[in-house]
């Protein structure tokens, strides 16, 4: 199976919350990040959260860690149509070396409806 | 600085020919990384470079896929023969710091 799994779609109502949900494998990952991907552009990186660390919050951003279930979580607060993208969960494995190499799941298209 | 910059945006092809995407990481950055992204796949790891040599192409899926790069500023991903089910968007990023990479506008590769 893969290393990072994430739901593909999400669809929300302007004005409420959404909540992005992945689950990744290697115990030992140091960090654990979410990229965001606006249509016809790169990744850009929205925030990332060190592994001795339960939560991370950041404006609208909160990001959860369960490292017991090995669940990363990403809540965006009064989503906005802006907030319509692709979101991926992506971890850190150190076992490669040592060197920097982000594992990346599918990608959750997050859809804002009015 | 720029960002990583990527060419062309757009490439159309026809089986067989050899295409050649480009890539300018940002400058002072050691690790260079190409990416396919397909919706059947999502984003795959191609290949990584560290200091201008690769360190991973276990990610390359066939010999008709071959990336270099000549210098730290400039690094090339080449199919030859190109195939209809090579079509997809390849992204080059870079990092020195190991938290964040930063990811090219991509180039969408059509091949007909």
């Known amino acids: 199976g893969e290393d990072v799994e994430q739901s593909l779609f999400l669809s929300v109502r302007e004005g409420d919350s959404s909540v992005i949900n992945c689950t990744y494998t290697?115990?030992?990952?140091?960090?654990l990040y979410w990229y965001k991907q606006e249509p016809g552009a790169g990744l850009q990186l929205l925030t990332y959260i060190f592994s001795n660390m339960d939560m991370k919050q950041d404006q609208r951003l909160t990001v959860l860690l369960n490292k017991k279930d090995k669940h990363l979580s990403l809540r965006i607060a009064d989503t906005q149509t802006g907030d319509s993208a692709i979101y991926f969960c992506?971890?850190?494995?150190?076992?490669?070396?040592?060197?920097?190499?982000?594992?990346f799941g599918r990608g959750t298209s997050l859809i804002v409806h009015p | 600085d720029a960002g990583v910059i990527q060419s062309p945006r757009h490439e159309v092809t026809e089986m067989g020919q050899e295409v050649t995407l480009r890539c300018k990481p940002i400058?002072?950055?050691?690790?260079l990384f190409w990416y396919r992204q397909t919706m059947m796949r999502g984003l795959e790891l191609l290949i990584y470079f560290n200091n201008n040599v690769p360190i991973d192409d276990s990610g390359m899926p066939e010999d008709r896929f071959s990336a270099k790069m000549p210098n730290a500023s400039f690094s090339t991903l080449k199919i030859q023969p190109s195939e209809p089910r090579d079509s997809a968007v390849y992204f080059c990023?870079?990092?020195?710091?190991?938290?964040?990479?930063?990811f090219g506008q991509g180039t969408r590769l059509t091949v007909v």
């Open positions: 400058s002072g950055h050691d690790y």
């Open positions: 992506a971890e850190r494995d150190p076992s490669q070396g040592g060197s920097y190499i982000p594992t």
């Open positions: 290697d115990s030992s990952s140091t960090y």
């Open positions: 990023a870079s990092t020195n710091d190991g938290i964040e990479a930063f």
